[in-house]
T-cell receptor
Framework: EAGVAQSPRYKIIEKRQSVAFWCNPI?????LYWYQQILGQGPKLLIQ????????DSQLPKDRFSAERLKGVDSTLKIQPAKLEDSAVYLC????????????????FGSGTRLTVV | GQQLNQSPQSMFIQEGEDVSMNCTSS?????WLWYKQEPGEGPVLLIA?????ELTSNGRLTAQFGITRKDSFLNISASIPSDVGIYFC????????????FGKGTKLSVKP
């Protein structure tokens, strides 16, 4: 099966500019996640969708970050305006159902978008 | 917030040696996962553990879900150069709808 697709792979922007990332999950996967991975750290959840509804966005900095999954398939994550501390890899992941279940296996991650804010 | 303490932070070993790394937490998890991440790629799932005390193998990899549900370890036997990468533990809290809490990773270097 095709994996989780993300674009772009790399993006360099100046602080205060805006940027958007795109994710296409594995076909049939109901749940989509956006994680932020700062250099030297493990990934941290930003937002989780079940179909086109938000399940958890408690760690999303809502003053500058937004995300949508309008038709329950593709998703877009936006940052506006960007700050220097937003430099990180943004990982998209998908799973068959909510979270990790013995019957559904684990998450599948995309390759990520590396954002550098200068 | 929740934290996972992963150790060691890095390891430099000779090809053929065995490797052991672990994660501990003050919180109880209902699922433990071990991922490997290579440069420029997303994490790839190695082993998933769903029950306390569970011991699971995947080739040369063996992982266990601690009895207390607050820890897990990963062993790699007879390491080879392609084992190089960063290994992350991740836990899913009971009642969670999918948020995985990740450790900071163990960077493994293998000398041929």
């Amino acid at each position: 099966e095709a994996g989780v697709a993300q674009s772009p792979r790399y993006k360099i922007i100046e602080k205060r500019q805006s940027v958007a990332f795109w994710c296409n999950p594995i076909s049939g996967h109901a749940t989509l996640y956006w994680y932020q991975q700062i250099l030297g750290q493990g990934p941290k959840l930003l937002i989780q969708f079940q179909n086109n509804g938000v399940v958890d966005d408690s760690q999303l900095p809502k003053d500058r970050f937004s995300a949508e999954r309008l038709k329950g398939v593709d998703s877009t994550l936006k940052i506006q305006p960007a700050k220097l501390e937003d430099s990180a890899v943004y990982l998209c992941a998908s799973s068959l159902d909510l979270g990790v279940r013995p019957t559904g296996g684990g998450y599948t991650f995309g390759s990520g978008t590396r954002l550098t804010v200068v | 917030g929740q934290q996972l303490n992963q150790s060691p932070q890095s390891m430099f070993i000779q090809e053929g040696e065995d490797v052991s790394m672990n994660c501990t937490s003050s919180s109880i998890f209902n699922t433990w996962l071990w991922y490997k991440q290579e440069p420029g790629e997303g994490p790839v799932l190695l082993i998933a553990l769903y029950k306390a005390g569970e011991l699971t193998s995947n080739g040369r990899l063996t992982a266990q879900f601690g009895i207390t549900r607050k820890d897990s370890f990963l062993n790699i036997s007879a390491s080879i150069p392609s084992d190089v990468g960063i290994y992350f533990c991740a836990g899913q809290l009971g009642g969670s709808q999918g948020n995985l809490i990740f450790g900071k990773g163990t960077k493994l270097s293998v000398k041929p």
